[in-house]
């Protein structure tokens, strides 16, 4: 979880000096939109060769 908030941290949410609270909302769901829009950057942040599931 850490390395998804750091992505859009560092991608769409750094260096912005916001007027309101709405405004640090809206800016954080654009954010998450444009996260989810592909899946792919997330699987690559997320996924680490140490953690996996084993039956």
């Known amino acids: 979880m850490e390395n998804i908030w750091d992505y859009l941290r560092g991608n769409k949410l750094s260096h912005t000096v916001w007027d309101s609270y709405d405004a640090i909302v809206q800016a954080c ?9 592909d899946l792919s950057p997330i699987k690559s942040i997320a996924t680490r060769s140490w953690a996996c599931v084993t039956d």
């Open 29 to 37: 769901a654009e954010a998450w939109r444009f996260l989810i829009a």
